[in-house]
């Protein structure tokens, strides 16, 4: 599955974005995907944000992003979104999603099926 991210921007503190994710399928449904995202900010390693099982039963989050974002898909247009209220500086980073058939890989960075490019999110204090 191919994936474009979209949506980063320049916010202030306590301000809002909404990032989305358009997916590109071959072969399997885009319906049958765990999707998510992560995150690498400047000097640090990538981490995982949020993932949303293919099925919109289970989520996850980070701990540092609980009650803040929230992780949503459409699957009739292909798209992931990431809600992200309450925004901090130390949210600063380039975002990525990810795509992966399973919602345990889909929360691993060095085992995730497919990446999107990155969108910045930069949080002004």
């Known amino acids: 599955v191919q994936l474009q991210a979209s949506g980063g921007g320049l916010v202030q503190a306590g301000g809002s974005l909404r990032l989305s994710c358009a997916a590109s399928?071959?072969?399997?449904?885009?319906?049958?995907?765990?999707v998510g995202w992560f995150r690498q900010a400047p000097g640090k390693e990538r981490e995982f944000v949020a993932a949303?099982?293919?099925?919109?039963?289970?989520?996850w989050y980070a701990e540092s992003v609980k009650g803040r974002f929230t992780i949503s898909r459409d699957n009739a247009k292909n798209i992931v979104y990431l809600q992200m209220n309450n925004l901090k500086p130390e949210d600063t980073a380039v975002y990525f999603c990810?795509?992966?058939?399973?919602?345990?890989?889909?929360?691993?960075?060095?085992?995730?099926?497919?990446w999107g490019q990155g969108t910045l999110v930069t949080v002004s204090s």
């Open positions: 990810v795509a992966d058939r399973s919602e345990v890989d889909v929360r691993v960075s060095g085992r995730v099926e497919s």
């Open positions: 399928v071959r072969t399997f449904s885009f319906s049958s995907y765990a």
């Open positions: 949303l099982s293919y099925n919109e039963y289970s989520t």
